[in-house]
């Protein structure tokens, strides 16, 4: 009974390319969130979703955009993929005014080679 | 600027107690978190603190001065599954966490 689920679990393509990565939550929460951690382990945000309205956008290449379709789901789509963008992206969500909690999906593993 | 503190690495035997220190620089600030990452998996959430002084959940308890900007979280009785990186996370305005670097705790038998 995942609370916060992720597909693909590993992508592995070329630069240049376009991908999806997509989000679940089953937890009734109302924020989302997209981070990206980086080889080194740094885990930043990259975009939060209120109840499907983006509320934050922390100057990320607009290569990224975000999707939320309703309050349990959380796309994120890349474009013109480049080689930095390798990282494992998390998708989490909190309830709305605990955001300090959040609940991590497992993450994608993305490879550009 | 937002900036975040924690040591990179702590060792420790099984059974001992170990604490990992966070201070931190914020344009506001409401709380501090701590999560748990294992190798391969996803962060979890330990812990917060609001206020100062010591939570205590389990093993684990979390402190936090606001004066001194500073928390730390305490593990006790350490298992070999307490292996894992730590990271501290604080809430300033602006409606999200701003993470730390995180401390990778290798416990040894």
């Known amino acids: 009974d995942t609370a916060v689920s992720q597909t693909p679990k590993y992508l592995v393509t070329q630069m240049g390319n376009d991908k999806s990565i997509k989000c679940e939550q089953n937890?009734?929460?109302?924020?989302m969130y997209w981070y990206k951690q980086d080889s080194k382990k740094f885990l930043k945000i990259m975009f939060s979703y209120n109840n499907k309205e983006l509320i934050i956008n922390e100057t990320v290449p607009n290569r990224f955009s975000p999707k939320s379709p309703d309050k349990a789901h959380l796309n994120l789509h890349i474009n013109s993929l480049e080689l930095g963008d390798s990282a494992v992206y998390f998708c989490?969500?909190?309830?709305?005014?605990?955001?300090?909690?959040?609940?991590f999906g497992p993450g994608t593993r993305l490879t550009v080679t | 600027g937002q900036s975040l503190e924690q040591p990179s690495e702590v060792t420790a035997v099984e059974g001992a107690i170990v604490q990992i220190n966070c201070t931190y620089q914020?344009?506001?600030?409401?709380?501090l978190s701590w999560y748990q990452q294992h190798d391969g998996g996803a962060p979890t959430f330990l812990s917060y603190n609001a206020l100062d002084g010591l939570e205590e959940t389990g093993r684990f308890s979390s402190f936090l001065s606001r004066s001194d900007s500073y928390g730390y979280l305490l593990l006790q009785e350490l298992q070999m599954k307490d292996s894992a990186s730590y990271f501290c996370?604080?809430?300033?305005?602006?409606?999200?966490?701003?993470f730390g670097q995180g401390t990778e705790l290798s416990v040894k038998p």
């Open positions: 914020t344009s506001g600030f409401y709380g």
């Open positions: 989490a969500s909190s309830p709305t005014g605990t955001l300090y909690e959040q609940y």
């Open positions: 937890l009734g929460h109302d924020t």
């Open positions: 996370a604080v809430r300033p305005q602006g409606g999200k966490l701003i």
